[in-house]
T-cell receptor, first 116, second 109 residues
């Protein structure tokens, strides 16, 4: 089956610094990638949808300038948490799908971000 | 608004059968998904229903009734490793997944 990787799997950073999370589709071309965050014991919350080569579409309440998303190629999307604060600590998960197969979405393993 | 409802937590015994229900109200419908998520891990795909009826896949089965906005996930011959959260998600008219809050399933010996 299709494989999506995320890097890093865990990261600890100091408040005020920026962190970049990579999401890669390893064996297919991901025309669309999704970024979610998940708080403990809560469901996934969609943050933004990104299509290759265009600007990401952010969900209501998600700060565009804080969560920078780049989808520069068909196999790579990045999420940069800028000026991170402790409240940004969360589990971030990406998923990817290819063109013409809208119902298939493949999830990365997630990135645990802790901001101290 | 869009809404997915599923029980918060369920408990079952190893070897038994458990049914996890999901009801939904969404803007359009392009299929319903069930995912399994172990603590600290990303969701893994279990099933996809877009037509009414029962889809069976080994120990897991998923049922859909579009007219009732209702689905269930049936797990048979429960094993300890089935302890996890089970997420119901509906794909709306924009092909966006709308997620339920998940049902934490606790399996007891």
């Amino acid at each position: 089956g299709a494989v999506v990787s995320q890097h890093p799997s865990r990261v600890i950073c100091k408040s005020g610094t920026s962190v970049k999370i990579e999401c890669r589709s390893l064996d297919f071309q991901a025309t669309t990638m999704f970024w979610y965050r998940q708080f403990p014991k809560k469901s996934l919350m969609l943050m933004a949808t990104s299509n290759e080569g265009s600007k990401a579409t952010y969900e209501q309440g998600v700060e565009k300038d804080k969560f920078l998303i780049n989808h520069a190629s068909l196999t790579l999307s990045t999420l940069t948490v800028t000026s991170a604060h402790p409240e940004d600590s969360s589990f971030y998960i990406c998923s990817a799908r290819s063109a013409g197969v809208e119902y298939e979405q493949y999830f990365g393993p997630g990135t645990r971000l802790t901001v101290t | 608004g869009q809404n997915i409802d599923q029980p918060t937590e369920m408990t079952a015994t190893e070897g038994a059968i458990v049914q996890i229900n999901c009801t939904y109200q969404t803007s359009g419908f392009n299929g319903l998904f069930w995912y399994q998520q172990h603590a600290g891990e990303a969701p893994t795909f279990l099933s996809y229903n877009v037509l009414d009826g029962l889809e069976e896949k080994g120990r897991f089965s998923s049922f859909l009734s579009r007219s009732k906005g209702y689905s269930y996930l049936l797990l048979k011959e429960l094993q300890m490793k089935d302890s996890a959260s089970y997420l119901c998600a509906v794909m709306d008219s924009n092909y966006q997944l709308i997620w339920g809050a998940g049902t934490k399933l606790i399996i007891k010996p």
